[in-house]
């Protein structure tokens, strides 16, 4: 861990807060975490009253299984590993997990892990073809509204408000003949209110492609609370790709750091990686560092009201976008040492609410937005955090162990002590203890049969 030095203190309303400052420069990214969560995601309230975020970890032998894909369809198979355990790892060498639809897990479903290794990957199973994304270029869909009212019904009954999303969808029923619509549930989480203190690191998720068809997330996290989503890789969102919000009635703590996202040639309209917020009547806290939003990204990078939102450290190289970093209603923003490419367009855009204040600070590319407030009170935020000197960010966040799913086995990310429950048959195979297979005349502690051993000879 690099070593870090105290830029300044400062005390609000007895409050404490802390902002450290990472002085030089890193080949590679670890000098900058810690492997444990940080952020309002730790906190319980707004003065920062920390909350114990171990993603179920918190016993000397959490119930931990290693999962590898089938090849044909993880969803069940994921889905049951989440309700029966403290720890999922998903372990990509044996391929691609493949996700027939989106895994809710609402329910209850609290004090969670999944985590990956060896690039797991969670794609879904539907995607827009070449010959599919032809059909829907040669529709001129261009030419509708996406205004409100706009719209009608398709053949299969639905009414759709808006008319660019009409026509859209009616395309794609007619090439497809799925009159049911089954490729817009093609996402991968879906998380509510009762879920709680869930950890989510190290996992490329890859959607079918963005289409204005009102699908499925590739995350949606609607209303789950005390959430770190860490170093993890998004592509290809139908809808968005990390969306976030919707716990009316009650505080909603998260955090998203040294995440990337981006969109491939697979996407046809609508690339809008990162909504947050979005409900009024409630407010979320967000933290958002260290996350690179590049190729293809057009908005929402990320979109936020009724939120107090720390934007940290985070890059942006989307050239051609029309906004980045948006902040709105009813909202309280901390932006800083975020850099944006010359190529950007609107980095950082505020709203004209009489409600909305903002901080901008050590910014990079960022306009008039560079340093620049709209308040005299104050908007620091209740916790530590790791600054990276501005200039420094892209080259930080893109190296080794930077954004994106670079973690690996030798980083210590996790702590785990696991137990190996395979769902497959890995009867009388040994482990050692991170889960890796290893050879049974192996010494010292290892796993064998769901039990640690220690073998002497």
Not at 16 to 29: K, N, P, R
Not at 225 to 234: G, K, M, S
Not at 398 to 420: K, N, R, W, Y
Request: contains cysteine.
């Amino acid at each position: 861990m690099k070593k870090l030095r105290p830029l300044f203190t400062f005390t609000i309303s007895l409050l404490f807060s802390a902002h450290i400052y990472a002085q030089d420069m890193t080949a590679d990214a670890t000098g900058y975490f810690d492997g444990k969560p940080f952020g309002w995601a730790t906190c319980s309230d707004v003065n920062g009253t920390p909350y114990n975020l171990d993603g179920g970890n918190r016993s000397d032998n959490p119930q931990t299984i290693v999962l590898y894909s089938n090849g044909i369809d993880d969803r069940n198979t994921i889905l049951n590993a989440i309700a029966a355990y403290d720890i999922i790892i998903l372990d990509g060498s044996a391929g691609e997990f493949i996700i027939s639809s989106s895994m809710d897990i609402t329910g209850g479903h609290c004090n969670k892990t999944i985590i990956g290794r060896n690039k797991a990957t969670l794609r879904t199973e539907w995607y827009i073809s070449p010959e599919l994304k032809k059909v829907l270029e040669e529709a001129n869909l261009g030419q509708y509204s996406s205004s409100s009212g706009t719209g009608g019904t398709l053949s299969n009954g639905k009414e759709v408000s808006e008319a660019c999303e009409l026509h859209t969808r009616q395309t794609i029923i007619d090439y497809t003949g799925d009159a049911k619509e089954t490729y817009r549930k093609s996402g991968i989480f879906i998380m509510d209110t009762s879920n709680e203190n869930i950890i989510i690191r190290n996992i490329i998720f890859k959607g079918p492609g963005s289409v204005d068809v009102g699908g499925n997330d590739l995350i949606s996290n609607n209303g789950a609370t005390h959430v770190w989503i860490d170093h993890c890789e998004f592509i290809d969102g139908m809808d968005g790709c990390l969306d976030s919000g919707k716990r009316e009635g009650s505080e909603q703590f998260v955090t998203y750091s040294w995440n990337k996202f981006h969109y491939t040639d697979r996407s046809f309209s609508h690339p809008l990686p990162c909504g947050v917020g979005w409900n009024k009547g409630y407010l979320q806290y967000i933290t958002y560092a260290y996350c690179i939003w590049g190729d293809g990204c057009a908005g929402r990078l990320p979109q936020a009201d009724w939120v107090y939102i720390h934007l940290l450290n985070n890059y942006h190289y989307c050239s051609g976008n029309y906004g980045a970093m948006t902040v709105n209603a009813n909202s309280h923003a901390l932006v800083e040492g975020n850099y944006a490419e010359s190529s950007v367009n609107s980095p950082f855009k505020a709203g004209n609410y009489s409600d909305l204040y903002y901080l901008a600070r050590d910014n990079y590319g960022q306009g008039k937005y560079y340093n620049k407030t709209n308040t005299d009170i104050s908007l620091e935020v209740p916790y530590e955090y790791a600054f990276i000197a501005v200039d420094s960010v892209p080259i930080v966040l893109q190296a080794p162990h930077g954004a994106g799913a670079t973690l690996d086995d030798s980083t210590p990310t996790t702590g785990l002590s696991p137990t190996i429950c395979s769902p497959t048959n890995y009867d009388n195979r040994t482990f050692n203890i991170m889960g890796q297979e290893i050879a049974p005349t192996t010494r010292g502690l290892v796993i064998r049969n769901g039990k640690k051993l220690f073998i002497t000879e």
